[in-house]
């Protein structure tokens, strides 16, 4: 029968360790994975294997589709993954269903190395499957490299990643809600990885971190309290100290191995912030400290992980509209919103979410070397518009408030961020008029 089928290898997986033992956490990411991609199940089977030689057993499952199946298995002690997909296209073309079933649990698992076979099946000229194969997509996981250093990939989505090589792997456990890294790199430094997800690293981390938080609290009058919601390097809450006014910050981080190996491992990102007696940290999700919250706040910071990991309901209109409420007059919101190269749909979905529910939503980007891509952030709010503050007014506050030895952040830079590029700007506000930033008033 005509169809497309995918398999593939996946190798030193960078996920949570739950999806290799959780039932729950890996049978609902195969749920949905595949009720996305347009899929229809009929029925779903797992077997947990039991614990051996005190490792915790691997899951096999599969899911019965009307158009053929998805298997899967996990082996947790070499952090690897199987993966079968195949539907039969005799009636109609589902091999974008495949593939969109298949990319999308590859990049779940974040593989450094992969192998994937595609077998077209059935009737084809010559009689024989055409089979094509995409080995070690990773890239530099040649034995020869693998000799010299180690690399640390991340996937951009189920197409592209970027990666760097390291001199030394500093930490990695799993804690409870994720998997926790901690390299030294030739190219930028201690670098962080959640996840198998590049998150921050001492030689790029001011290009993120000056620009989450500086644009905002220069379009505040005098910013004194900041809530940060996750945040547990500490990098945005230093950057935010640098302002004399304000007066405390308020975190909320879920997993304390972040911040534990933040002090331990990445203290030129915080530089001591984590242990500033002006901060206040609370350890749990963030959507119900938002959730059970009564303190005001002037800016509130979602320096968050990406949306397919616990955060996933942070980037919500719902806890939009809560953060909202934690906002004093005049107060701000700022988030990034994902790579509008790698992630366009991400992006949108996040900006009319946030325009759903704030008057003001003024989207910037700037490159990130650590994530090899441009980047959006935003500045939500529902009366303050930090687009149009000119380089006159930022330039004074920052002489006042003695803003100094920022490496990428400056008066000009502050418009220039929120200059867009046509494309971006279709991506966050289709029916915005091309009307350039203020520059002075």
């Known amino acids: 029968m005509q169809g497309i089928h995918l398999t593939g290898d996946l190798f030193d997986c960078g996920c949570s360790a739950s999806l290799f033992t959780d039932l729950d956490a890996l049978s609902s990411l195969c749920r949905k994975a595949t009720l996305d991609a347009g899929l229809t199940i009929v029925d779903e089977k797992y077997h947990v294997f039991p614990e051996w030689q005190g490792e915790p057993g691997g899951i096999t499952g599969a ?21 079968d997909v195949y539907v039969c296209n005799f009636t109609c073309d589902n091999e974008s269903k495949a593939r969109h079933l298949f990319d999308t649990l590859t990049l779940a698992f974040r593989p450094r190395d992969q ?13 024989t499957p055409v089979v094509t194969t995409e080995a070690a997509a990773a890239a530099g996981s040649s034995q020869e490299s693998q000799q010299r250093d180690a690399l640390v990939f991340d996937w ?7 990666g760097y090589t390291a001199k030394k792997q500093l930490a990695a456990f799993d804690s409870p809600y994720q998997r926790v890294e901690v390299y030294d790199t030739h190219q930028f430094g201690k670098l962080f990885r959640l996840d198998g997800r590049l998150m921050t690293s001492e030689g790029d981390e001011f290009f993120y971190h000056e620009c989450m938080t500086h644009p905002a609290l220069l379009a505040h009058p005098n910013p004194q309290s900041v809530l940060v919601i ?18 405390r910050i308020v975190m909320a981080e879920l997993d304390p191995a972040v911040i534990d190996v933040s002090r331990e491992h990445l203290r030129e990102i915080h530089h001591g912030s984590l242990d500033d007696p002006r901060l206040s940290i609370n350890i749990g999700d963030g959507f119900e400290f938002v959730k059970q919250c009564e303190e005001k706040f002037d800016l509130v910071v979602l320096d968050l992980t990406d949306p397919d990991t616990p955060a996933f309901h942070l980037y919500s209109e719902e806890f939009f509209r809560l953060c909202k409420r934690l906002l004093n007059p005049g107060g701000m919101m700022t988030m990034h919103l994902g790579s509008p190269v790698y992630q366009p749909a991400t992006v949108k979905k996040n900006a009319t979410a946030l ?5 003001q939503v003024q989207p910037l980007s700037l490159f990130i ?52 590029p046509t494309f971006v700007r279709e991506l966050t506000d289709p029916v915005a008029p091309v009307v350039p930033a203020k520059r002075a008033a």
């Open 156 to 162: 951009l989505n189920a197409h592209a990643g970027y």
């Open 230 to 247: 996750g945040g547990g390097d500490g990098g945005s809450s230093e950057e935010i100290f640098k302002h004399p006014s304000v007066k």
């Open 355 to 359: 325009r759903a529910v704030f008057k």
């Open 369 to 420: 070397p650590l994530y090899g891509s441009l980047w959006c952030l935003a500045v939500a709010s529902d009366t303050a518009n930090p687009r149009s503050v000119n380089v006159e007014a930022i330039t004074q506050r920052m002489r006042e408030r003695r803003l100094v030895g920022l490496r990428y952040y400056n008066a000009e830079m502050h418009w220039a961020l929120f200059a867009l």
């Open 115 to 127: 192998v994937v076979n595609r077998i077209v099946r059935g009737d084809v000229a010559a009689g």
């Open 63 to 83: 899911v019965l589709l009307a158009e053929s199946h998805l298997a899967i298995h996990t082996w947790p002690e070499r952090r690897g993954v199987t993966l």
